[in-house]
Structure formats: structure tokens, C-alpha cells
């Protein structure tokens, strides 16, 4: 079956503009995850929701970051007023159902590059 | 607070050759679950394999297996007789059991390059 897919796979934004970056889970994944993969280092948690709840945004770096999930199926986060230091990879990815039993399966990514 | 550390931050070996990465955790909790993930040059991650707290059976998939040590805080990875199509970066990855609180933790990474 297909995987996660993101879109776009890659941005280029000016610095100052919104962007919005889409993300759709596996079929019937209830958990879906966004993290934040600065060049050489391994990702890092953004946000969860599992269906359209998100129950943590604590990795979230500033409220220029939004993410939503509003039928619980496809997520958007979305970065108000871009900032060089947001240029990374965003990873989406989603899991079967709660619990951190199970695996959370990744996407490409969109890689986000702020001028 | 959980946090995983990949010493090895490169590792070359030559074709053929067995290869272990090194896994270290840290993590307050009794029940947690640990990870490793595999990302190529393409750049998306592919799980490898899960383990929980409570296995410290060790695992074997083909050229690849995983130990498993609570004493030392330690899964670390091997791959028998390397191949080029291992040459990637690996991750080890822990997630605490607690709903609510199911993000994985990352280490920095393993990148390794398998020398035909």
C-alpha cells in the first residue's frame, strides 16, 4: 500500500513568507507526527496528533509554528513569517494507532530552505 | 528527561565486513521502547526494527541483528557481511511508554559508508 507522502519536497522561501507544508498518512494511521531534521543531525519532535486531537506541542519552537489535523486525516503545518534558522527537513510521520508500541512510519520530507 | 547518544559519528568499513553501531540510552522510565531506523541517501527513514523494555532477547533478521543489554543501557546494532546498499545513515531512537508522551527520541546518527 502507499506510504506517507509530503508535499511540497521542496520549498524555497524568501524570508518573511508563510509557508505551508502538507502531509498524508498511511490509510487509517491515527497517529500522525511532524519533526524537524536540521542538516547532520537526527530529527526532532515537533508536534502529535492522534486523529484531529493534537495532544502535544511541546516541540514546537515558537508560535510562528502551527499544525492541523482537522478531519484526521491529512495534516498541514505551517510556519508564519519564515526565519533562515527554520531551514531544515520536515518530517511527517504515522502510526497505526496510540501507543508507542507501535512504529511510526516516515515520509520524504520537504526540505525547507529560507533565503 | 530520555536521550539517546550515537558515539560513532562515521564508520567506513570495506565490503564484507561485519559492522556494529553503538546505541545508548537514557530514560527514567521501566517500560520504553526502542528503535532503529535506517535513512539512505534518498532520505526517508525505514524502521527497522522495535524493541520493548521488557525483551532483552536478542534479534536476528538476515545479515542484520540487535543486542538488547538493560545493564548497560544499550541496543546497538550489527550488520554481518556489509554490502554498498548499507551505506546510510542510521538512527537509534527511544520512546517512553507513556500515552500522551509517544514521541521517539533521536540520536545524532551513524553515517555508514560500505567501500566496494
Known amino acids: 500500500g502507499a506510504g506517507v507522502s509530503q508535499s511540497p519536497r521542496y520549498k524555497v522561501a524568501k524570508r518573511g513568507q508563510d509557508v505551508a507544508l502538507r502531509c498524508d498518512p498511511i490509510?487509517?494511521?491515527?497517529?500522525l507526527f511532524w519533526y524537524q531534521q536540521a542538516l547532520g543531525q537526527g530529527p526532532e519532535f515537533l508536534t502529535y496528533?492522534?486523529?484531529?486531537?493534537?495532544?502535544?506541542k511541546s516541540g514546537l519552537p515558537s508560535d510562528r509554528f502551527f499544525a492541523e489535523r482537522p478531519e484526521g486525516s491529512v495534516s498541514t503545518l505551517k510556519i508564519q513569517r519564515t526565519q533562515q534558522e527554520d531551514s531544515a527537513v520536515y518530517l511527517c510521520?504515522?502510526?497505526?494507532?496510540?501507543?508507542?508500541?507501535?512504529?511510526?512510519?516516515f515520509g520524504p520530507g520537504t526540505r525547507l530552505t529560507v533565503l | 528527561a530520555q536521550k539517546v547518544t550515537q558515539a560513532q559519528t562515521e564508520i567506513s568499513v570495506v565490503e564484507k565486513e561485519d559492522v556494529t553501531l553503538d546505541c545508548v540510552y537514557e530514560t527514567r522510565d521501566t517500560t520504553y521502547y526502542l528503535f532503529w531506523y535506517k535513512q539512505p541517501p534518498s532520505g526517508e527513514l525505514v524502521f527497522l526494527i522495535r524493541?520493548?523494555?521488557?525483551?532483552?532477547q536478542n534479534e536476528i533478521s538476515g545479515r542484520y541483528s540487535w543486542n538488547f543489554q538493560k545493564s548497560t543501557s544499550s541496543f546497538n546494532f550489527t550488520i554481518t557481511a556489509s554490502q554498498v546498499v548499507d551505506s546510510a545513515v542510521y538512527f537509534c531512537?527511544?520512546?517512553?511508554?507513556?500515552?500522551?508522551?509517544?514521541?521517539?527520541?533521536f540520536g545524532t546518527g551513524t553515517r555508514l559508508t560500505i567501500i566496494p
Open positions: 524493541r520493548n523494555s521488557f525483551d532483552e
Open positions: 531512537a527511544l520512546s517512553e511508554a507513556n500515552f500522551g508522551n509517544e514521541k521517539l527520541t
Open positions: 510521520a504515522s502510526r497505526r494507532d496510540r501507543g508507542p508500541s507501535f512504529a511510526q512510519y
Open positions: 496528533f492522534q486523529n484531529e486531537a493534537q495532544l502535544d
Open positions: 490509510s487509517g494511521h491515527v497517529s
